[in-house]
């Protein structure tokens, strides 16, 4: 029988750290500022993208 998979915890801690970004800009009424949620969704999206796992 195989060990269970773990994913690293940095990966892991990225991905709540874009779903949490995600949840907040989705909660944003219309008409505010989402500029900082959005660049930090980008910036999340990438790092998650690149990771080398």
């Known amino acids: 029988m195989r060990p269970p998979f773990r994913f ?10 874009w ?3 995600y949840a907040e800009l989705a909660q944003t009424p219309t008409g ?6 959005r660049r930090r969704l980008i910036t999340l ?9």
């Open 32 to 37: 505010a500022s989402t500029t900082a949620l």
């Open 8 to 17: 690293p915890k940095d990966l892991i801690t990225l991905q709540r750290a």
């Open 19 to 21: 779903q949490q970004t």
């Open 45 to 53: 999206s990438g790092t998650l993208c690149t990771h080398p796992h």
